[in-house]
């Protein structure tokens, strides 16, 4: 993609999204934290109908550890790695409460220091909890990044550099959002619709596709 084609492919996304946000549910920076712990190799879908009861029971660092792993468990064993995640997340309320006051921490490292939490869940909590113009590449982001052209790399980390430096500042905050959910919902991994999608005018597969 030319870099003069980003603008309009970003004014195109605010446009029919102006204040996008994740589909997680939670109601704290608390929640956001465990609820992208949970939600990696499953769905959001997933996740919002397994944290609503535990969130209800454990809101807070203090209750969640109180739970217990087993506790954790009882509430999560729809999601897949179920037992992994629940030793993680119960491992990460303790650091929490031991180190960071109950708090969650504002800086990816030490977030990335916590049980469970790569750099793709510090992105996200840095992003939508403390507006932080980070780039939390997941597979969506990954694909639409390379199949449009916008940013291309052959992992994830190279992808996150490449938008940190093609996107323009305006766009920021809000781009893994658009991007995400125009890859979960447009430019799909095995059947991107190309024949709705607001700006396929510039991406590169699209381009291809009509050089043919």
């Not at 093609?166 to 799909?188: E, F, S």
């Amino acid at each position: 993609m030319k870099l003069a084609h980003i603008e309009p492919f970003f004014s195109t996304l605010q446009a029919a999204n102006p204040n996008p946000v994740t589909e997680l549910e939670y109601t704290s920076v608390f929640e956001l934290l465990a609820a992208v712990l949970l939600s990696a190799q499953a769905t959001d879908v997933s996740v919002n109908k397994a944290t609503r009861g535990l969130f209800a029971a454990a809101p807070t660092p203090q209750r969640m550890l109180a739970l217990g792993v087993a506790g954790i468990e009882s509430h999560i064993r729809t999601i897949g790695l179920f037992r992994t995640k629940a030793r993680n997340l119960h491992q990460t309320c303790q650091l929490l409460l031991t180190h960071h006051g109950g708090q969650v921490p504002r800086s990816r490292e030490a977030l990335e220091q916590l049980p469970g939490v790569g750099r793709k869940t510090a992105n996200v909590v840095l992003n939508c909890a403390f507006g932080q113009d980070t780039m939390a590449v997941d597979t969506h982001i990954f694909r639409v990044s390379n199949r449009t052209g916008l940013a291309r790399g052959r992992t994830p980390l190279a992808v996150e550099m490449a938008l940190l430096r093609r996107v323009p500042p305006a766009y920021r905050v809000n781009a893994h959002h658009w991007l995400i959910l125009h890859g979960r919902y447009v430019c799909k991994a095995r059947s991107p619709d190309c024949a709705r999608c607001a700006v396929s005018t510039w991406c590169d597969h699209h381009a291809a596709g009509r050089s043919r």
